[in-house]
């Protein structure tokens, strides 16, 4: 059974920065994506970034230009560098990775870490 385990949630001023890791217990090049989601209260689950096996990424169009997302294959580790941060990035932020399966009827494969809380206050 995969797991992944963030850290590096806390409380931060806007403006400030963060940066948010999750170690997975499988090789970084078992999942065919990894990334990061975040949830307000009150509101649905979003992606904010995510990192595509063959090297693409993709940021959701309110971070873009301020967080980055990263991956250190050697420690199965990825990480979510955030600058700039605002209010409005309050939210439990979760790692996410994901297999496509193709044997059989097709699928995707998610797992999920347990979230870290992030807020930004002054």
């Known amino acids: 059974q995969v797991q992944l385990v963030e850290s590096g949630g806390g409380l931060v001023q806007p403006g400030g920065s963060l940066r948010l890791s999750c170690a997975a217990s499988?090789?970084?090049?078992?999942?065919?994506?990894m990334g990061w989601y975040r949830q307000a209260p009150g509101k649905q689950r979003e992606l904010v970034a995510a990192?595509?096996?063959?090297?693409?990424?993709n940021y959701a169009d309110f971070v873009k230009g301020r967080f980055t997302i990263s991956i250190d294959n050697a420690k199965n580790t990825v990480y979510l560098q955030m600058n700039s941060l605002k209010p409005e990035g309050t939210a439990v932020y979760y790692c996410?990775?994901?297999?496509?399966?193709?044997?059989?009827?097709?699928?995707?494969?998610?797992?999920w870490g347990q979230g870290t809380q992030v807020t930004v206050s002054s």
């Open positions: 499988a090789s970084i090049f078992s999942f065919d994506a």
């Open positions: 990192s595509i096996s063959g090297g693409s990424t």
């Open positions: 996410n990775a994901y297999q496509l399966i193709n044997q059989g009827l097709p699928r995707r494969v998610d797992y």
